[in-house]
C-alpha cells in the first residue's frame, strides 16, 4: 500500500502524495537554543529523522530544513546569567546540538536557517501581511489580527468564539502594556518593539525583533517556498506556533503552507509530564553520559512507540531496551565476527530478501509504525544469533550459506533505515581490539606449548573478565567470542 500518515489537520490517515512525484519538502520546528537538549527532543527529532530516512529508502528525493530559534527572551536571559552575549549562548547550544544529534545518529538536516539569517524574509513577509489588512502596527510592534483570517483554529480544532467564552468567570491578569497595544486580545506579535538593553534590528515599524512565529513562516517560504509537503514538530507546537504559522503564511499567499501536518506524542519521565518543576527533567547528555545509557539504546526506546503517542521513561523500560538491543547488535555484528570463519565476502552484492523487506514497508506505510517494523528486525537478528551459538561452539553450519549472509545484509540495511548502527564495543573490553585479543592468544599458545599451564589459564581468565570467551578446536585452532 501506500504510505498513509496521520495529518492533524484532517485527523485522519491519508495516502501521502508528494506534490512533485519523488521529490518530498519537509520542514521541522527546531530548538530555541538557550539550554542542552532534553528527552522531548530527542523523541521529536529521532521520529522524524526516521521518516525523512524511510522516504528516502522508498526511492524520494527529500530536502529537509529545520531552524534554530536564536534571538528569544530565554536566549537574553541566559546570556545575562552566562555574562556573555546572544550570539556566545545561541552558538554554545547550537554546537551542543549538533553533537547531541550525532550521538543518537540523527542524520544532518540539509539546511539549517536561523532567525537572525533571515531577517529580510521576516520583514518583507510582514510587510505582505500589512498590504493584505491581517497585520497592524501600534506603537513599535506589529501584530497579527487573527478575527481577520478565516481558517484560524483548523489546525488545533479551536473557535475563537469558544476560547473567548473560556476566558469569561476567570479572574483576569492585570493588563500589560502588550495588552494595551493589541486591537484584541487574541491577536498576536509579528515584530517586537527594542527594549532597553537588548539586540535590536533596525525596521519600518522602529527597532525592534521578530515575534517567534513568523520566524517558521519567513523560513518555510524563503527556504522551501509557499507549499511544502509535510511540516512536523512536537504536538506542544500544535497551538498557538503552528495554528499562526498556517495564518501569517496561508493570509498573504492563499496556498496551504503545508499538505500534511505531523505531530510526536510527549516524553513522560516515571508515568508524570516532564517538566523541571517536578525535578524529572533530563537532558539527551545527562542521560547518555551520568546514566551511562548506549546511544542506540535510547534511540531503540524511542522508536518502540507509535511517534504519536506519548512514551515513558523508566529505569525498567531502559534496562529492557538494554537486553533488546544486545540482541540486535548481536545481529549487526554477525559478519565481523563469523564472517571471516564462513568466507564471506562482506561487500558482495546480493540482494536483499524481499518478503522481509516487503514486511517492514507494510508495516512502516501505515503512519511510521516503528513498533511493527522492529519486529521484522528482531527476527532476524534472533535467527543469526541461534547461528552465531552453533558456530561459537563448534558446530557445523547448516543451510543456506548464501542466504544467511541475505539475512544478515537484510537486517543491516533495514536497520539503518531506523538509523540503528552497531560497532564494536572496544570499552566494553578495556580497549582490547582483534588484535590485541589475537595477541594474547597467541601468548597462550605459546605457554601451553611450553607446557605452562598456568599462564596459559590466566591468560584465558584475563580474556574472560574482560567478556571474551575461548574455544579450543581440534588441531590447536581457538576461536573467540565477545560475551
Not at 502588550?178 to 532597553?196: C, I, M, N
Request: glycine share 8%.
Amino acid at each position: 500500500m501506500a504510505l498513509q500518515l496521520y495529518n492533524t489537520l484532517t485527523r485522519k490517515k491519508e495516502a501521502f502524495e508528494p506534490l512533485e512525484p519523488g521529490k518530498v519538502k519537509m520542514y521541522c520546528c527546531g530548538v530555541t537554543v538557550y539550554d542542552y537538549c532534553h528527552l522531548g527532543h530527542a523523541r521529536c527529532y529521532v521520529a522524524w529523522d526516521v521518516l525523512r530516512r524511510y522516504l528516502t529508502w522508498r526511492g524520494n528525493d527529500v530536502t529537509y530544513v529545520q531552524n534554530f530559534t536564536d534571538i528569544d527572551d530565554k536566549i537574553l536571559k541566559r546570556a545575562l546569567t552566562e555574562k556573555s552575549s546572544m550570539e556566545e549562548v545561541s552558538e554554545k547550544y547550537i554546537g551542543a546540538y549538533m553533537e547531541d544529534m550525532a550521538r543518537l545518529n540523527i542524520l544532518e538536516a540539509d539546511q539549517y536557517p536561523r532567525a537572525t539569517h533571515t531577517l529580510d524574509g521576516i520583514k518583507r513577509l510582514i510587510h505582505d501581511l500589512e498590504k493584505q489588512e491581517v497585520a497592524y502596527a501600534s506603537e513599535g510592534d506589529v501584530y497579527f489580527s487573527v478575527r481577520k483570517f478565516d481558517g484560524y483554529g483548523k489546525l488545533s480544532n479551536r473557535k475563537l468564539d469558544d476560547m473567548e467564552a473560556g476566558r469569561s468567570g476567570r479572574v483576569d491578569a492585570p493588563a500589560t502594556t502588550e495588552d494595551s497595544k493589541k486591537q484584541d486580545p487574541f491577536d498576536f506579535a509579528l515584530w517586537k518593539a527594542a527594549k532597553p538593553g537588548e539586540p535590536f534590528w533596525e525596521s519600518p515599524w522602529g527597532d525592534g525583533r521578530p515575534g517567534w512565529h513568523i520566524e517558521c513562516s519567513a523560513m518555510v517560504r524563503d527556504r522551501l517556498g509557499d507549499t511544502i509537503d509535510i511540516h512536523m514538530g512536537g504536538a506542544d507546537l500544535q497551538f498557538p506556533h503552528h495554528e499562526n504559522e498556517i495564518a501569517q503564511s496561508e493570509a498573504v499567499t492563499g496556498k496551504p503552507l503545508s499538505t500534511v501536518w505531523l505531530h510526536n506524542g510527549m516524553v513522560n519521565v516515571g508515568g508524570e509530564k516532564m517538566s523541571k518543576s517536578l525535578g524529572n527533567f533530563t537532558t539527551i547528555r545527562k542521560t547518555l553520559d551520568e546514566a551511562s545509557i548506549h546511544p542506540m539504546v535510547l534511540r531503540l526506546f524511542l522508536l518502540q512507540g507509535q511517534y504519536r503517542k506519548p512514551i515513558d521513561f523508566t529505569e525498567e523500560a531502559i534496562a529492557a531496551t538494554a537486553n533488546g538491543w544486545d540482541t540486535l547488535k548481536e545481529g549487526l555484528l554477525f559478519a565481523e565476527q563469523f564472517g571471516e570463519q564462513l568466507g564471506w565476502d562482506i561487500n558482495a552484492d546480493l540482494d536483499l530478501l524481499a518478503e522481509i523487506c516487503d514486511r517492514f514497508n507494510d508495516v512502516m506505510d501505515d503512519d511510521v509504525n516503528t513498533s511493527a517494523a522492529l519486529a521484522v528486525l528482531f527476527e532476524l537478528a534472533k535467527e543469526l544469533r541461534r547461528v552465531g551459538n552453533i558456530l561459537s561452539h563448534g558446530g557445523e553450519l547448516q543451510g543456506n550459506q548464501q542466504m544467511l549472509q541475505q539475512q544478515w545484509k537484510t537486517l543491516v540495511s533495514l536497520a539503518d533505515v531506523l538509523g540503528l548502527v552497531a560497532e564494536a564495543d572496544a570499552t566494553a573490553t578495556d580497549g582490547l581490539d582483534a588484535d590485541a585479543i589475537e595477541a594474547m592468544i597467541a601468548q597462550r599458545k605459546a605457554a601451553k606449548a611450553s607446557k605452562d599451564y598456568a599462564e596459559s589459564d590466566r591468560i584465558r581468565d584475563e580474556l574472560k573478565a574482560q567478556g571474551i570467551s575461548l574455544i579450543d578446536k581440534p588441531g590447536g585452532e581457538v576461536l573467540w567470542t565477545r560475551d
